[in-house]
DNA sequence: AGATCAATTTTGACAGTGTCAAGATTGACA
DNA sequence: TGTCAATCTTGACACTGTCAAAATTGATCT
């Protein structure tokens, strides 16, 4: 009894992408242990197997999810990182660096909170612990990757941060902060929403010195 | 066939301890998603459903394994603490400070590196995403993560952090480097083993301030 | 046009999982 | 010695991922 697709044809036209966006929904609502390939299906409208055709596995599948999640986050960070490139041509003084570090680690973590299940899918052991992220999800991640090493490297060229650092390990910790402050937000360990601003502007001071 | 046992009486004597050792060895060779009840019941020579008489949950299973890992964990920091306290006496300058703070943050990654499946149990999502934790869990849990706090408070009050910095916020944003880098290590996410020195020295002289 | 073929979807099946209910076995205590 | 609660077992159920073989389809070729 398909209830969501009401497709007239035998073939399903773009199962793919329909298992896709049906699997981010079931992600966002029963978490990324709650996802099974039977409801997916189920919901789709088509049968149990049917996914098989379009995904090795079940892995493949969440690959597949998280690899649009990275697509998204790196469109969403090029723009945001343009505007800020903007807005610094104007102030240059401490104060407004420490703000402007402080707000890019406040966009970086609302966007943790507001997709918590996409996050840990996309940045969580799930698809990263062994060889089980493929070729195309690794092409699809580096840039995000990178993405902070770039603007960590213009940030010290502006000033901002320590300018004789090792850009990549400087990189490495500022992520790291942002990564784990996200997780155990996420988690709800140790951490409250309501904190979040006051961490964020004592990590930004800790990192730009003053 | 009970092979890892070899008890003659009906009833097992030990079965609770029995199982979270079990477990907890386990976890280290296949992972948390690794293990099954049903296996862990067939390894300690016990039929599929006694382990039900000593965890209403396998989440409950999963629980007293975290605990015990805390409790561990409680007694080593405690011990390392004290040492810590001794050395402080005698050197005073920056430069050895900074030194104590990064060799506390390797001892961290030390054991995130070397624990990595029970790391994610204490610390991960599979316990403390909902309210899945007991009380006597948080009770283990808790020492462990005001230690963090009581130590920060005591660097700032010897002038290794800054004095006028809050501190739980501190606390907040130094064990969130400290989790975030420990998971990209874990999960080998941008990051190597072989940096971790590196990554240590950078932050130590971040949060520092020289 | 009709035939062919590969892509796609289905049904059937299997082993594995967590967990409940009901019965069997035991040790301790009256 | 008999009773009882604690402990363990067997049986059963629904659910999962995944394979193999059969059914259906749209496109491509003659």
Redesign the pocket.
Known sequence: MPEESNRS?????D?RQNLITAATDMIKESGIEG?????L?AKV??????P???F????ELLCAIAEQGFRDRLSHLEQRYSKQAEQTEQTNQTKASTLQLKHYMLDYLKFAQMNPELYELMFGRTIWKQQIANESLKNAAYPSFNHQLEVTKQWQAKGLLDPHANSLRLSQVIWGTLHGVAKLLIDGIYTDTAQVEEICSCAAELFTKQ
């Open positions: 044809t035998y073939h399903h036209g199962l996802i099974s390939l039977r409801k299906a409208g088509v049968s149990r197997t049917a098989y055709h379009h090795k596995d079940k892995n």
